[in-house]
């Protein structure tokens, strides 16, 4: 049998590969929440890739969740474009919050094409964001859209029905407005780390 070296001597002298474990890296994608950068594993929205919104119902104030990411990607100069809003963005309280209008696109899609037209944006390489809301998006849709994002590294935002919750997607990052007890937003599902268990609430300031 041969000599039993110690372990901690290979290690000294390097001769046993010695792994560290993988940080999720920080971006530069801060959703502009602090408390909602926190509860993700890479401080902000992932990079090049599809966020899914689910909501308990149009107008709780989800575009507050996006309006500093996109007042930080206008001001620096990058498009982002609006697919088929259910409702018009309201130019004055946007600019109010920090975002150039002029370099948003507003895309008036049927609900047929409008899947389509948020990967064509998303894949062009010129929109720093797409904003859309699929009233029918399968797994298989969803799924065109992450792979666009990534390959146009672009950031994508659905926002859907929180019925959809029940189902799998194949979205990097997956949250859930909710207004009971209190308005607050849960994390579903995250690359990079496990969802909190708890959600976070939202600043009184929400509106």
Excluded at 42 to 69: K, N
Excluded at 76 to 81: D, L, P, S
Excluded at 106 to 134: K, M, N, T, Y
Aim: proline residues 9%; contains cysteine.
């Amino acid at each position: 049998m041969g000599n039993v070296v110690a372990l901690a001597s290979m290690l000294e002298g390097r001769q046993v590969w010695r792994g560290r474990a993988a940080h999720a890296p920080a971006g530069d994608q801060t959703t502009g929440w602090p408390g909602l950068d926190a509860a993700l594993p890479g401080g902000g929205w992932p990079e090049a890739s599809l966020t899914e919104i689910l909501l308990p119902a149009d107008g709780v104030g989800e575009l507050q969740l996006v309006l500093p990411t996109l007042a930080r990607c206008t001001r620096a100069g990058r498009t982002v474009v609006v697919v088929a809003p259910p409702y018009m963005p309201y130019a004055p309280g946007w600019e109010a919050r920090g975002v150039v209008m002029s370099c948003v696109d507003i895309v008036s899609a049927d609900p047929r094409d409008a899947l389509w037209a948020a990967e064509q944006c998303l894949r062009s390489g010129s929109c720093a964001a797409v904003l859309a809301w699929p009233a029918h998006a399968d797994d298989r849709a969803l799924r065109r859209l992450q792979v666009a994002a990534d390959t146009g590294k672009a950031l994508a935002f659905v926002f859907r029905d929180r019925r959809h919750a029940a189902h799998a997607s194949p979205a990097a990052l997956r949250l859930e407005l909710e207004t009971q007890p209190s308005l607050q937003v849960r994390v579903r599902k995250c690359r990079g780390g496990n969802a909190p268990s708890r959600p976070v609430p939202l600043p009184a300031s929400w509106s």
